[in-house]
């Protein structure tokens, strides 16, 4: 015989809590037979707040005793609090793993034998052009919020705040040009600038001055901390400068 549960949740035609939704699916995964009581007014909230002395909702019983909300449930089945916290790499790990395998469908939807010389240089081609514009539109988001955290680290930006609003332009600018065929006489020198500029502002500031920082790569407000992954940012953007003007020279 399954154990009961008794939830209490806010549930009206304008708001539905997320975390009633996920305490009512944990308890259920736990193998609970959920007595879903769905508040549907403010004041039939605010009224439950004030008798059970509570700030929030939900409110989850067991056996009679309240557990509380989403966050003490998890605790009372032995789990780690919910989503991501302190810093984590996660975010821009994503968007490169993403990036590599739009790449390789692309070059596959064209030629399904892509395991030669030619469509493997095609594969890192895109998949460096995918990732920079990918990153940009991470910036582009919010561009304030962005610049606040990259003016911390990057050397031009320290002086000219204003290139810490280019600077994602830039980047989206050389990631679609790749992808578009454009001059690497164009093209290049920005990518080039750019990395180089964001190279060694993250080696000062990790290696040399020993600042523990988050990186804007993926947004002003990623915990995304600034180091080698971040780094790696840059030197794609070298590479694909170097690149893109050698070809067009060769």
């Given at each position: 015989m399954k154990q009961t549960a008794k939830l209490v949740r806010m549930h009206t035609e304008h708001h539905i809590c997320p975390y009633g939704l996920r305490s009512k699916n944990?308890?259920?995964?736990k193998g609970f037979e959920v007595e879903?009581?769905?508040l549907r007014s403010r004041q039939e909230t605010d009224e439950f707040k004030q008798e059970h002395d509570v700030k929030t909702t939900p409110q989850t019983f067991i056996d009679g005793q309240r557990v509380g909300g989403?966050?003490?449930l998890r605790d009372f089945f032995g789990m780690?609090?919910?989503g991501q916290t302190g810093t984590t790499y996660t975010p821009v790990l994503s968007i490169f793993a993403v990036a590599l395998l739009m790449a390789i469908a692309t070059v596959y939807a064209s030629s399904p034998t892509i395991f030669t010389a030619s469509n493997l240089i095609s594969t890192i081609e895109l998949f460096v052009a995918f990732s920079m514009t990918i990153l940009a539109i991470q910036k582009l988001q919010d561009l304030?919020?962005?610049s606040n955290s990259f003016i911390t680290y990057d050397l031009i930006a320290m002086r000219y705040l204003r290139y810490a609003y280019v600077y994602p332009f830039a980047e989206a600018f050389a990631g679609i040009g790749m992808l578009a065929g454009l001059s690497g006489y164009i093209v290049g020198p920005v990518s080039l600038f750019i990395g180089i500029v964001g190279a060694v502002s993250v080696f000062k500031a990790v290696y040399i001055d020993k600042r523990?920082?988050?990186c804007a790569c993926v947004g002003g407000d990623s915990n995304v901390p600034l180091g080698f992954v971040s780094l790696t940012e840059n030197l794609f953007m070298i590479a694909a400068g170097v690149w893109m003007i050698a070809n067009q020279m060769g």
């Open positions: 944990l308890l259920q995964r879903d009581h769905k989403y966050d003490d780690d609090k919910a304030y919020s962005f523990e920082l988050k």
